[in-house]
T-cell receptor, first 116, second 108 residues
Framework: DTAVSQTPKYLVTQMGNDKSIKCEQNLGHDTMYWYKQDSKKFLKIMFSYNNKELIINETVPNRFSPKSPDKAHLNLHINSLELGDSAVYFC???????????????FGNGTRLTVT | KNEVEQSPQNLTAQEGEFITINCSYSVGISALHWLQQHPGGGIVSLFMLSSGKKKHGRLIATINIQEKHSSLHITASHPRDSAVYICAPIQGAQKLVFGQGTRLTINP
């Protein structure tokens, strides 16, 4: 069973479109995250949700909006896509907040977004 | 200067060699993750530690919070260890700050 699953795996779209990436975890974790990995392979936190409540919102354009309908899901909606949004987006989850020792991160397999 | 510096950035070794990857950070942290990113792109958490040393199989991670330094060691390296290894200190309770990764290639 996949612990953290993201869909789609690949997403190719044109500038200006609106798209969503879905994430679901079946681990019963309370905290979920979205990370972005750019073309230079740097990972950066975008959002963190704990029990459906937004905890971290880094300096991400407001075209990006996370939505957490329940603890097991954290979807990422992106409006008016731009070329610079091309990256790999990773969803992750942990039982507690990421700084709590003994609460490891579990990552999804990533969604490669290409904006043309 | 990045908040997190890993060295080396690239490392190629022969099977069986002892591998060390270093991570230095400038921010105050509560703990640190070591992550492994496979060639296919998937990311796995190897260790989370806040002090001392942890061992899992052939992998050993150490951290010195006062010196702001952590190391990841691989004993008896194997080609399947080939991956990118990422150091990720935790600022405060919630925020991971990522190193740029060390690309490790183990040749048979």
């Amino acid at each position: 069973d996949t612990a953290v699953s993201q869909t789609p795996k690949y997403l190719v779209t044109q500038m200006g479109n609106d798209k969503s990436i879905k994430c679901e975890q079946n681990l019963g974790h309370d905290t979920m995250y979205w990370y972005k990995q750019d073309s230079k392979k740097f990972l950066k936190i975008m959002f963190s949700y704990n029990n459906k409540e937004l905890i971290i919102n880094e300096t991400v354009p407001n075209r990006f909006s996370p939505k957490s309908p329940d603890k097991a899901h954290l979807n990422l909606h992106i409006n008016s896509l731009e070329l610079g949004d091309s990256a790999v987006y990773f969803c992750a989850s942990s039982q507690e907040l990421v700084g709590v020792v003994g609460s490891p991160l579990h990552f999804g397999n990533g969604t490669r977004l290409t904006v043309t | 200067k990045n908040e997190v510096e890993q060295s080396p950035q690239n490392l190629t070794a022969q099977e069986g060699e002892f591998i060390t990857i270093n991570c230095s950070y400038s921010v105050g942290i509560s703990a640190l993750h070591w992550l492994q990113q496979h060639p296919g792109g998937g990311i796995v958490s190897l260790f989370m530690l806040s002090s001392g040393k942890k061992k899992h199989g052939r992998l050993i991670a150490t951290i010195n919070i006062q010196e702001k330094h952590s190391s990841l060691h691989i004993t008896a390296s194997h080609p399947r260890d080939s991956a990118v290894y990422i150091c990720a200190p935790i600022q405060g309770a919630q925020k991971l700050v990522f190193g740029q990764g060390t690309r490790l290639t183990i040749n048979p």
